[in-house]
């Protein structure tokens, strides 16, 4: 029997109007955009990509657009999530995992990706930061380049680790772009994500504290389906959400060892839940022999929905 993972994207693909046309449409899932809130629903719906791009602002919204976007399918398209054994999300997409897993519901998702927005968002007005992405070469190459150079120690982590040759850095907006530089002055490929913030570094560390405190007042369950975090890529073994949770905003998101576990673990079909496509692009680059598909945005699920 086949074994489906249904993954969530992380923020990047974001696009104005994200929902929009789903909540028009379909009334079932007012009650996510409800409890998302008036003023973030009109973000999502009617505000420009740079007030959507937020992270206090970014990180609710997308969840929401997930969650409809679950809801939706579980409605119209069941058949969909025939052979669900297996969730992930990177690194924001993680609370749509953790809510399809069950282990938290769906307003606690919301309540939970707004707070760590807020913070995350707080954290980083303490300094410029600034995250890339480093193509077309490995984990231990990059590794190689920041330990090679002096003036990154402390100021440039390795914040993601996407598949064999795409490693995301975060860190200090100038040595970020001193990098950069470097890179490209040995033929190297990098590019500037579109995000406001160290994410998944030391910088983040401000923001733990206080997140741990919402985290210890949410009632977890035991999952499922399973569930893989970002902070180990391997099956969830019990470890205390508490601590999974409040790990992955300071810790590197190990997106390629989750694949390689999941695909280990029997997993034959992939469905993204966007928005975007990264997840399924870097699925059908690394791994052969497998189903993916993608839902992109609002018009993805309605022709998928009414095909």
Known sequence: MEKLAVIFAGQGSQYEGMGSKLYDRYPEIRGIYDSLGKELTDISFCGSIDDISKTNNLQPIMIAFQLAVLKLIRAHKPELLKGLKSTCGLSLGEYSALALSEIIDEDDALR?????????GKASENRSSKMLAILKMTEDEVREVLQSHPEFEGKVYIANINSSRQIIVSGEGAAIDELKDFLKSNKKLAKPLSVSGAFHTPFMESARSPFIEM????????PEISYYPNVTGEKYDGTPMVHVLSEQIVSPVLLYKTFKNMVEDGVTRFLEIG????????LEREFEGLEVSTIKNDDDLIELLEA
Do not use: D, K, Y
Not at 112 to 120: S, T
Not at 215 to 222: D, G, P
């Open 275 to 282: 928005p975007g496509g990264v997840l399924s692009t870097i």
């Open 112 to 120: 939970l990706v707004a707070i760590r927005g807020a913070l995350m």
């Open 215 to 222: 985290l210890e007042e949410t009632s977890f369950r035991a």
